[in-house]
């Protein structure tokens, strides 16, 4: 039987990255969507607001990263549905052992990490722009980082529905401009899972059943995305439906605590627009 969610999120200009801070290229251009298949709900425009994506780096061998990890639920306590985290173990500090097997590193959690430079854990990226010149933002900036963020100003919204069937993830995607915005624009679709028990050194101990969150799993369509338009140019009052598959067969997931995150974003600069989470099933 189908299990189908539905999510409605709302999108927001922020400001673009001045030349020096875009991230350079080439990145591969490819599309590999399907058939949109299902019919989206009528949106409303009036109920619009921006959401942040914080991209945590970490490492289950990081002694320093539980307080991170801390640190970030006391912001989404603050913040609620209005900031969403992935948590991407990269590094020396994610290298699994026979004491910590899990491996949670993934090609996209690398590419991040190479592109914005992190030699710091935990470091955070607020919506993939810089915070006083850098991306990765030591912990003790991250409240100051996300309070920079404003909510308001709309320019477009997204709507998903994932449909989840046997073994195959289908992501359907809507996005509605609702201004003007100049430049190419990008859908990524990351996987991610709450809830994994496994070890994780905190300070000088090692915690055997630690609960990880937000674990960054892998992407439907790569660690930028793809264009959801040809050459991602977008004009007012349009809308562009985009739909990815996954097939799941051979992942070991909870699927009840997986969710889609899907991040909008500057073709060019990478800047996040806005970012929306939706869980694979509804239970």
Known sequence: MKKITFILTFIAVTVLLSSCDKIEGPYLQYDESVETTVEFPELDKEAVYKKILVEEFTGHKCPNCPEGHRILNTLSDAYGDTMIVVCLHTGSFATPTSSFPHDFRTAEGTE??????????????????????????????????????????????????????????????????????????????????????????????????????????????????????????????????????????????????????????DATSHEVLQVEKCPFLNE
Not at 194 to 212: A, C, F, K, L, R
């Open 112 to 265: 991040l990490a190479t592109n914005f430079a992190i030699s710091l854990y935990p470091s955070a990226v607020f919506d993939q722009s810089p915070y006083n010149g850098t991306y990765g933002v030591n912990r003790d900036n991250w409240a100051q980082a996300i309070g920079q963020f404003n909510h308001q100003a709309p320019t477009a919204a997204i709507q998903i529905i994932n449909e989840f069937s046997g073994s195959t993830l289908t992501v359907h995607t809507k996005t509605t401009l609702l201004t003007e915005y100049e430049s190419p624009v990008k859908l990524a679709l990351f996987v991610i899972e709450d809830g994994i028990v496994s070890p994780q050194i905190d300070g000088s101990n090692t915690i055997e059943d630690y609960v990880h969150n937000h674990i960054m799993r892998g992407s439907l369509n790569g660690t930028f995305g793809s264009f959801i338009s040809e050459g991602g140019t977008v004009t007012a009052d349009s809308s562009y439906t985009k739909s990815y598959q996954l097939d799941c067969a051979d992942k070991s997931w909870n699927f009840t605590q997986c969710s889609v995150v899907a991040i909008l974003m």
